[in-house]
């Protein structure tokens, strides 16, 4: 049984920096794909940023140029960079991974991890 926790979120000014992170416990395999989710409030989940098992990235078009998702196949954590933050923003982060080569909008992962809260103020 995978857990994901993310850690990280917190209060943040528009135009600064978090870096959050998330860590994989049991059996965990280098063929998952991760990703980053948000949720803001009264909205459906969003794909940020998704890496494959062979570390390709992809962006959201809306964070493209501010974010960077990283992991370490080793240790299982995974990253996610982001700068410039903008208030709309505000949302819950989730960590995500799938057993599967990537993680898309159309094939969204299946393994969750409980969210940590960004807020971005204006």
């Known amino acids: 049984q995978v857990q994901l926790v993310e850690s990280g979120g917190g209060l943040v000014q528009a135009g600064g920096s978090l870096k959050l992170s998330c860590a994989a416990s049991g059996i965990f395999f280098s063929i998952y794909a991760m990703a980053w989710y948000r949720q803001a409030l009264g909205r459906q989940r969003e794909l940020v940023a998704a890496i494959s098992s062979g570390r390709s990235t992809n962006y959201a078009d809306s964070v493209k140029g501010r974010v960077t998702i990283s992991r370490d196949h080793a240790k299982n954590p995974m990253y996610l960079q982001m700068n410039n933050l903008k208030p709309e923003e505000t949302s819950v982060y989730y960590c995500?991974?799938?057993?599967?080569?990537?993680?898309?909008?159309?094939?969204?992962?299946?393994?969750w991890g409980q969210g940590t809260q960004i807020t971005v103020s204006s």
């Open positions: 995500a991974a799938d057993n599967r080569i990537t993680i898309t909008t159309q094939m969204p992962a299946r393994c």
